[in-house]
Structure formats: structure tokens, C-alpha cells
């Protein structure tokens, strides 16, 4: 588990440009998660100076980036709030908002049926692709869904039978509870049948052990796979993986990145203020900065 305080962890410089109204506490709403909170109201330079307190977030580590963004903008027009991060992993980011450890949970996957069950609600604000990457020295270039369900399962074992060179397949995945592998298996259809010679525990960890192994494929958020030195992003069914095409949908493994609440726990004024934020449309800008596409623009 890793936390940090994200006053520090994010450079101001990259969105001191983007001058945003920050978004008030919906005094009118009693539930905290729900899509049709008030995030409309633009929040005045009285609220935010009267604005203090801490906000914990916790759960999914592909959203680091753009919580981190979207944290260190909110902090700096409110002076008076911190806003912590957990980076957990989504399965985590969950319970911890279904037992009240955090303020706001964060998850690169949907909420299941029990965990909705259990007063849970989720709410999207960004779309992320799935990555799929291998090193940067490997010939192979593009694989169909199909095809990558076939190596994830142990089907295909030899990158010739993939259109590679002749050398046994290091298939990497993510730990039980990850986001990024729960929205992998259930778009492959390789749920409980994934054959993984390493199964690690964050998006930085899986494209490293790609970047270092000359057989390796992996899967990771696209918005932290991008631009890395020593892997190549492959295209999907002749598909490039970018903020276009998992905008229109053509990109086909995609997830949501979601923002966990329980519906009959009312936010603090801070908390809610920075989730009537993130779910506006001045947030939008912050969000595509960070690699992914904003659900509300």
C-alpha cells in the first residue's frame, strides 16, 4: 500500500494555465454518490476561502495520474483543504468506501452486483483504454481480441504462433482486485482463465517487467503506458489504442474510471465540493491532460 499526500506529489506547472471555477457542496442533495448531484454551481471565492478540512481518496492505481492532476488544481484554488490518495488498487478503493476508511473511492472498474447491493453507487468521469504492450524489440505489432485471449489463457505459448520470433511468452497481469485486470478479463473473456508467469501489483510495475523482458506482454492503463521508453503499444484488431478511438468506442478494451460513494452517506463540504469537481465539465480539461478521456465535456 502507498500514500500520499498530494500536495507535493503533483508540478503545479503543467495546469497552472487552466484557470477553473471550483465547484460548491450541493447543500440540496442527501446522497453523496449519486449522478444527479447539483456539480453545476460554480463555487465562489468567499466558499472557497471559507472551504478547510482533509478528503481521502483510496483504491485504483491507474487513476493516479488524474487524481493527482485533478487534486492539485481543487488544493490550489482552496487553499484551506487536503486531499490525500491511497494507492491501493480498486478492489480496495471499494471496500474502504463501503466501511467509511475513506471519503471517496476510486475504481478502474464497475461496481459489481453485491457491491451495489450494499449501497454503493458509482460514478464515472473518465473513460481509459487498456494497453496492450510488449518490449520494444519484439516484431509483433497488432493481435486480435481473440488472439490475446489465446496467450492469456496458454493457447498460444510461442511468439511464432502469434506472428513473432521463435521464444516462449512471459504472459504479465495485474494482482486479484485490480480494476485494469477485471476490465481486461471481462472484455477478453479470460476470467479465472489467465495464465500469468508474473502477476504484479500496479500499472508502473507491469511496464517495467515488460520494458526488461524481450518476450513479455502486459496490459496497462493507456494513459500511463503512453510515451514510455522500452515498450510498443500494439494496435487491437487493427485498431490503435488512443483518446479517439476509445472516445468512439472502435478501441474495444476500455474501462471506466469510477468515483465510489455510498448513497445514504452524506460528504463532508470538502469532499463533496472536489466530487462536484471532478464530475463537472471545468474539470475536463484536467482530465485530458492526465491521458484519458473525460466523461463530461
Same mark, same amino acid.
Given at each position: 500500500?502507498?500514500?500520499?499526500?498530494?500536495?507535493?506529489?503533483?508540478?503545479?506547472?503543467?495546469?497552472?494555465? *487552466?484557470?477553473?471555477?471550483?465547484?460548491?457542496? *450541493?447543500?440540496?442533495?442527501?446522497?453523496?454518490?449519486?449522478?444527479?448531484?447539483?456539480?453545476?454551481?460554480?463555487?465562489?471565492?468567499?466558499?472557497?476561502?471559507?472551504?478547510?478540512?482533509?478528503?481521502?481518496?483510496?483504491?485504483?492505481?491507474?487513476?493516479?495520474?488524474?487524481?493527482?492532476?485533478?487534486?492539485?488544481?481543487?488544493?490550489?484554488?482552496?487553499?484551506?483543504?487536503? +486531499?490525500?490518495?491511497?494507492?491501493?488498487?480498486?478492489?480496495?478503493?471499494?471496500?474502504?468506501?463501503?466501511?467509511?476508511?475513506?471519503?471517496?473511492?476510486?475504481?478502474?472498474?464497475?461496481?459489481?452486483?453485491?457491491?451495489?447491493?450494499?449501497? =454503493?453507487?458509482?460514478?464515472?468521469?473518465?473513460?481509459?483504454?487498456?494497453?496492450?504492450?510488449?518490449?520494444?524489440?519484439?516484431?509483433?505489432?497488432? =493481435?486480435?481480441?481473440?488472439?490475446?485471449?489465446?496467450?492469456?489463457?496458454?493457447?498460444?505459448?510461442?511468439?511464432?504462433?502469434?506472428?513473432?520470433?521463435?521464444?516462449?511468452?512471459?504472459? +504479465?497481469?495485474?494482482?486479484?482486485?485490480?480494476?485494469?485486470?477485471?476490465?481486461?478479463?471481462?472484455?477478453?473473456?479470460?476470467?479465472?482463465?489467465?495464465? =500469468?508467469?508474473?502477476?504484479?501489483?500496479?500499472?508502473?510495475?507491469?511496464?517495467?517487467?515488460?520494458?526488461?523482458?524481450?518476450?513479455?506482454?502486459?496490459?496497462?492503463?493507456?494513459?500511463?503506458?503512453?510515451?514510455?521508453?522500452?515498450?510498443?503499444?500494439?494496435?487491437?484488431?487493427?485498431?490503435?489504442?488512443?483518446?479517439?478511438?476509445?472516445?468512439?468506442?472502435?478501441?474495444?478494451?476500455?474501462?471506466?474510471?469510477?468515483?465510489?460513494?455510498?448513497?445514504?452517506?452524506? =460528504?463532508?463540504?470538502?469532499?463533496?465540493?472536489?466530487?462536484?469537481?471532478?464530475?463537472?465539465?471545468?474539470?475536463?480539461?484536467?482530465?485530458?491532460?492526465?491521458?484519458?478521456?473525460?466523461?463530461?465535456?
Amino acid at each position: 500500500m502507498r500514500k500520499v499526500s498530494l500536495t507535493k506529489a503533483m508540478a503545479v506547472a503543467g495546469i497552472a494555465g *487552466c484557470t477553473m471555477m471550483m465547484m460548491a457542496g *450541493c447543500g440540496s442533495t442527501s446522497s453523496s454518490g449519486s449522478s444527479d448531484n447539483k456539480s453545476g454551481s460554480t463555487q465562489t471565492e468567499e466558499t472557497a476561502k471559507n472551504l478547510s478540512g482533509s478528503v481521502s481518496t483510496n483504491g485504483s492505481t491507474s487513476m493516479e495520474k488524474v487524481i493527482g492532476n485533478l487534486s492539485e488544481q481543487f488544493m490550489q484554488d482552496n487553499s484551506g483543504v487536503k +486531499i490525500t490518495y491511497d494507492a491501493t488498487g480498486s478492489g480496495t478503493g471499494v471496500e474502504s468506501a463501503s466501511n467509511g476508511t475513506c471519503d471517496i473511492g476510486l475504481a478502474s472498474r464497475d461496481l459489481k452486483d453485491d457491491e451495489k447491493n450494499k449501497g =454503493l453507487t458509482q460514478t464515472t468521469i473518465a473513460l481509459d483504454g487498456i494497453a496492450i504492450i510488449v518490449n520494444k524489440d519484439n516484431p509483433v505489432k497488432d =493481435l486480435s481480441v481473440d488472439k490475446i485471449a489465446d496467450i492469456y489463457t496458454g493457447k498460444i505459448k510461442n511468439w511464432k504462433d502469434a506472428g513473432g520470433k521463435d521464444a516462449e511468452i512471459s504472459a +504479465i497481469g495485474r494482482e486479484a482486485g485490480s480494476g485494469t485486470r477485471d476490465g481486461f478479463e471481462t472484455i477478453t473473456d479470460t476470467k479465472d482463465k489467465c495464465v =500469468l508467469s508474473q502477476e504484479l501489483t500496479s500499472t508502473g510495475a507491469v511496464i517495467e517487467a515488460v520494458k526488461n523482458s524481450p518476450n513479455a506482454i502486459g496490459y496497462a492503463s493507456f494513459s500511463d503506458a503512453e510515451g514510455k521508453d522500452g515498450i510498443t503499444i500494439l494496435t487491437v484488431g487493427g485498431v490503435k489504442c488512443s483518446e479517439d478511438t476509445i472516445s468512439d468506442g472502435t478501441y474495444k478494451i476500455q474501462r471506466n474510471f469510477n468515483l465510489i460513494t455510498k448513497k445514504d452517506k452524506k =460528504l463532508s463540504a470538502q469532499a463533496q465540493a472536489f466530487f462536484d469537481y471532478m464530475t463537472s465539465k471545468d474539470a475536463a480539461a484536467i482530465i485530458e491532460k492526465a491521458g484519458v478521456v473525460p466523461k463530461n465535456k
